[in-house]
T-cell receptor, first 114, second 109 residues
């Protein structure tokens, strides 16, 4: 049974470039979350989707960040333009049975913005 | 908002030893989960345990919701248990899991 799949695993880019991170949740899960992890701030929830609909994006740091979920099996997190302070590990996670279900994380996408 | 405190912050064990990790939370919760982040950065769900006791191999967890704490027991520790252990809670059936700052465990061979 495949887990949450994220790509790319590693991304190095230059300031100002567009970054797109991708996520495929576990089949049958109806809730999807994007988290960011840094040493300074720990794990932060960026945005939460339920049944493909964005429910809360209050954790998105600023307008440079956007997320979409066009269908139940795919989501993207886009940063445009990227800045060095966006460097972090971005995790996608999914759960079944609503937002308080057991949470399963992908392996993360490590982003470095030079 | 709800506060989540984990202790100890750091722990070093010799392989084969047992340990107990603690998670205290400041208010009633509807959801508590334990995660292990291994040295490669992968976050693995260990337990979904808003109350009661569960066991999975050498690991077990107990949550006493009325006293606002949860314990994670690791028995016969192995080097592969190294990493950071997080507890996360939410209240009022919201979706915003609040993560503790973690317990960093190092198991030496």
């Amino acid at each position: 049974d495949a887990g949450v799949i994220q790509s790319p695993r590693h991304e190095v880019t230059e300031m100002g470039q567009e970054v797109t991170l991708r996520c495929k949740p576990i089949s049958g899960h109806n809730s999807l979350f994007w988290y960011r992890q840094t040493m300074m701030r720990g794990l932060e929830l960026l945005i939460y989707f339920n049944n493909n609909v964005p429910i809360d994006d209050s954790g998105m740091p600023e307008d440079r960040f956007s997320a979409k979920m066009p269908n139940a099996s795919f989501s993207t997190l886009k940063i445009q333009p990227s800045e060095p302070r966006d460097s972090a590990v971005y995790f996608c996670a999914s759960s079944f049975g609503g937002p308080t279900g057991e949470l399963f994380f992908g392996e993360g996408s490590r982003l470095t913005v030079l | 908002g709800i506060q989540v405190e984990q202790s100890p912050p750091d722990l070093i064990l010799q392989e084969g030893a047992n340990s107990t990790l603690r998670c205290n939370f400041s208010d009633s919760v509807n959801n508590l989960q334990w995660f292990h982040q291994n040295p490669w950065g992968q976050l693995i769900n260990l337990f979904y345990i808003p109350s009661g006791t569960k066991q999975n191999g050498r690991l077990s967890a107990t949550t006493v919701a009325t006293e606002r704490y949860s314990l994670l027991y690791i028995s016969s520790s192995q080097t592969t248990d190294s990493g950071v252990y997080f507890c996360a809670v939410d209240r009022d059936s919201s979706y915003k899991l609040i993560f503790g700052s973690g317990t960093r465990l190092l198991v030496r061979p």
